[in-house]
Each structure stands twice: as C-alpha cells, then as structure tokens.
C-alpha cells in the first residue's frame, strides 16, 4: 500500500498526468454537454495550456557513457 501510494504521489508531481487529467475531464464533458462543446473544450485547453505554464518539466537523465554507442 506505501509503494502504490509513492507511485500515486510521483505521478502527480508530473505534468503531464495532470494534463492528461485534464484532457479526459474535458473528453467526457464534450459527451455529456453537446450544447456547450465549444466553451468545454475552450476551457479545457485553457487549462492544459497553464499546467504547461505553471509546472516544471523535469529533465531527462543522461545516459551513462557506457550506454551511449560512438
């Protein structure tokens, strides 16, 4: 139960779980909505686009050496 509950936590300190988040939320209020489609998927948007603004990207690691063909 720790372990799943770690993996939960460092999920969401991603950014893109929350847009993914986000995105499924948005997806599933286009169905339920069809009248206001457009300003759900606005909104939607919208907030994907501040995630994107407000999270930091984590960078990659680097390859070791060993890894890495010449």
Do not use: N
Not at 40 to 69: M, N, Q, R, W, Y
Request: aromatic content about 6%; cysteine-free; glycine content about 10%.
């Amino acid at each position: 139960m720790k372990d799943v509950l770690k993996y939960l936590i460092a999920r969401l300190s991603e950014a893109s779980t929350w847009r993914g988040l986000v995105a499924l939320a948005t997806g599933l209020g286009v169905h339920l909505d069809t009248m206001d489609a457009d300003k759900i998927v606005a909104a939607g948007l919208g907030l994907i686009g501040l995630i994107g603004v407000f999270f930091k990207d984590k960078t990659p690691p680097v390859a070791p050496e060993s890894v890495v063909k010449k």
